[in-house]
């Protein structure tokens, strides 16, 4: 079945800075590569996904990138702000529509002001 | 229009003792999901169901059983509750592809 690694599990950025998140996953069957967010206290909730006929995808501040080839994709957050401390989880899906999404074990994002 | 909405959100049980977690969603999804979340290991996949009257193992099924007996409503049932079953409880629906909706949990403590 299909495996999700997720790095790092923890990120400290300043304001302003990029942050980057990366997995990979290992199922060549996998082409749907969601990212959620998760506040403390609150429900995950989808941030931006791609699947995988598309390269990147942004979304104002926030983009992702797959790289089919070497079974990886990432999230890119720029111009941080408070407000996108949080915790992120990646996830990948068969897109099967019988395979649920396996998520990675997220990493927790702290923007300092 | 609630969504997915989980009953109930706090729940203190003893060892051995039995409960069920409720979850109900409105927007005609044919997909629905139990997941728990535990420091450090993320969303592990509990059960799923791809239809009314269908269940699925996921990732850690064991000491859990669920029904999909109405298509709005997916139930998660600990038939002796352990210590290890302390953590906070996810349910959440789908269409059979793209994003998943998630309840606000359920934060379940065995003693």
């Known amino acids: 079945g299909e495996n999700v690694e997720q790095h790092p599990s923890t990120l400290s950025v300043q304001e302003g800075d990029s942050a980057v998140i990366k997995c990979t996953y290992s199922d060549s069957a996998s082409n749907y590569f969601p990212w959620y967010k998760q506040e403390l206290g609150k429900r995950p909730q989808l941030i931006i996904d791609?699947?995988?006929?598309?390269g990147e995808k942004k979304d104002q501040r926030i983009a992702v990138t797959l790289n089919k080839t070497a079974k990886h994709f990432s999230l890119h957050i720029t111009e941080t702000q408070p407000e996108d401390s949080a915790v992120y989880f990646c996830a990948a899906d068969a897109y099967s529509g019988n395979t649920p999404l396996v998520f990675g074990k997220g990493t927790r994002l702290s923007v300092i002001a | 229009n609630a969504g997915v909405t989980q009953t109930p959100k706090f729940r203190v049980l003893k060892t051995g003792q039995s409960m069920t977690l409720l979850c109900a969603q409105d927007?005609?999804?044919?997909?629905m999901y139990w997941y728990r979340q535990d420091p450090g290991m993320g969303l592990r996949l509990i059960h799923y169901s791809v239809g009314e009257g269908t269940t699925a193992k996921g990732e850690v099924p064991d000491g859990y059983n669920v029904s999909r007996l109405k298509k709005q409503n997916f139930l998660l049932g600990l038939e002796s509750a352990a210590p290890s079953q302390t953590s906070v409880y996810f349910c959440?629906?789908?269409?059979?592809?793209?994003?998943?909706?998630f309840g606000e949990g359920s934060r379940l403590t065995v003693l």
């Open positions: 959440a629906s789908s269409l059979p592809v793209g994003e998943l909706f």
């Open positions: 927007m005609n999804h044919e997909y």
């Open positions: 791609i699947r995988s006929n598309v």
